[in-house]
């Protein structure tokens, strides 16, 4: 159950595999996997409070954060201002994160060694 991506992060870690999260637990502990991109092989692992009506909220509604900032109010949270994670960016979508709307460039040559993504 562990993916090449969390063994790969645990080592450099300094974790053992065996101490890398399993897929299985990733809701015993009160956090879910909510978003990914296959792409740079990232996830975003959030809390469940961002999890209402069956979706997750990991989005960040600006125009709600700054009404609340500009009101002088101190004491709000992050679920006041928190915006439905849209459907191509949920873990395990048909999209795997790619936004439908940008355009995927794929490469047809070899990637230099140290060259980053």
């Not at 101190?74 to 849209?86: G, H, M, Q, V, W």
């Not at 936004?99 to 993504?117: E, F, L, N």
């Amino acid at each position: 159950e562990h993916t090449a991506a969390a063994s790969s992060a645990a080592q450099e870690a300094g974790l053992p595999p065996c101490d890398a999260p399993l897929a299985s637990t990733r809701n015993s502990n009160g956090y879910g996997i909510a978003c990914e991109h296959e792409h740079s092989c990232c996830v975003l692992l959030a809390d469940h409070r961002f999890r209402r009506g069956g979706a997750w909220h990991t989005w960040i509604d600006y125009a709600r954060f700054f009404e609340l900032f500009e009101s002088g109010r101190r004491d709000f949270d992050a679920l006041e201002y928190s915006a439905p994670t849209p459907g191509w960016a949920v873990f395990r979508s048909d999209e795997r994160g790619f936004d439908p709307a940008q355009t995927r460039h794929y490469r047809k040559k070899r990637a230099v060694p140290g060259g980053g993504c």
